[in-house]
């Protein structure tokens, strides 16, 4: 079944597309008043803001892009992969819609929806424009490094007292990309725990900009 998803646009041209990820047990319009809020300040943009494939097992209101809470790991990047090939899916078929390019494509995402971003990115033969991640790591580094096959551009941002996904292991994911030569930096938001703050609000939509 393909992803559902919402979308937000304006009767402009548009030039570029932005995916916006939801993390675990949210779903599709938890990110929809960041995406308006940056859609003022980047009218040839289309949003889309699409639902996980499925219902997350401890929140039956949200959504989850794979089971985080089931010991059987294989079981969990299978789930991964799947994810990784729905969004692939999506993204052929709105750049089909509006004759866009993989180069117009970015990729937002938040705790596991930078998971599932940085994945897919790094997975994809056509190289994207970039890579947000908020609140988020790589899932597997092993399973990561034999995936991938293009190298793409990368912002993580981070809160300094994220209670779910510590920062250190954001530095950790940081790291890894770095040593294979990805371009790749990072912000920490002081004060901040598992969330988006105005700072990072700000600090996202600079990095898009620049990549227009």
Known sequence: ?????????????????????????????????????????LPNTLFVAPNAPRKC???SAGYEWFDLMQTDKDKTIKELI?????LKILTDKILKKYNL????VIYVGFSQGTMLAIHTALNSVEIIKGVLGYSGKIYDHQLLQNSINSKVKI????GSKDEV???EQMYESF???KKLDFEIKYKILEN????????????GLNFIRKLV
């Open 155 to 158: 912002y993580m941002i981070h």
């Open 175 to 177: 790291d890894f990309l």
């Open 57 to 59: 097992q401890i929140n």
């Open 101 to 104: 390019k993989y180069k117009d």
């Open 165 to 167: 996904i510590p920062l």
């Open 1 to 41: 079944m393909d992803l559902v998803y919402e979308e937000i646009k304006s009767d402009l041209k548009i030039n570029q597309v932005v995916f916006m990820l939801h993390g675990y047990g949210a779903d599709a319009k938890d990110f929809l008043s960041l995406a308006n809020y940056w859609h003022r300040f």
């Open 82 to 86: 799947e994810s990784v090939d729905k």
């Open 192 to 203: 901040c725990g598992h969330s988006i703050s105005a700072e990072g609000t700000s600090e």
